[in-house]
């Protein structure tokens, strides 16, 4: 079963960015689309942030997150990372990093609205943003 252990979350001011990080327990660079989810306490629905199908790194991503956010991956490290910029106070949320066995098939183009597709699940990183 794989294992993730995500890191990178913490304080920043609005307009800031961090990087998020997701190691991966074993090797997931095939036939997985790998995935960045947050939540906000109180919230009972997971909201997709990220997708990246490994088997072209195909990326997807959600609504609000365009053009401020970056998935990217590293193979060889078994790490995917989450690059996010321009954040705003409305970002404040857990995150987390899924994966869902795909085989051949890519990520849903909507991965957000399949979270429970998503076997693997690490154990989040807050991110909090101040105005």
């Known amino acids: 079963q794989v294992q993730f252990q995500e890191s990178g979350g913490e304080s920043v001011q609005a307009g800031g960015s961090l990087r998020l990080s997701c190691v991966a327990s074993?090797?997931?660079?095939?036939?997985?689309?790998m995935a960045w989810f947050r939540q906000v306490p109180g919230k009972p629905r997971r909201e997709g942030v990220a997708a990246i199908w490994t088997g072209n790194d195909v990326t997807y991503y959600g609504d609000s997150m365009k053009g401020r956010f970056t998935i990217s991956r590293d193979s060889i490290k078994n790490t995917f990372y989450l690059q996010m910029n321009s954040l705003k106070p409305e970002d404040t949320a857990m995150y987390y990093c899924?994966?869902?066995?795909?085989?051949?098939?890519?990520?849903?183009?909507?991965?957000?609205?399949?979270?429970?597709?998503?076997?693997?699940w690490g154990q989040g990183t807050q991110v909090t943003v101040s105005s």
């Open positions: 899924a994966a869902e066995v795909r085989g051949r098939r890519p990520c849903y183009g909507d991965f957000g609205d399949f979270v429970s597709d998503y076997q693997y």
């Open positions: 074993e090797y997931t660079s095939s036939g997985y689309c």
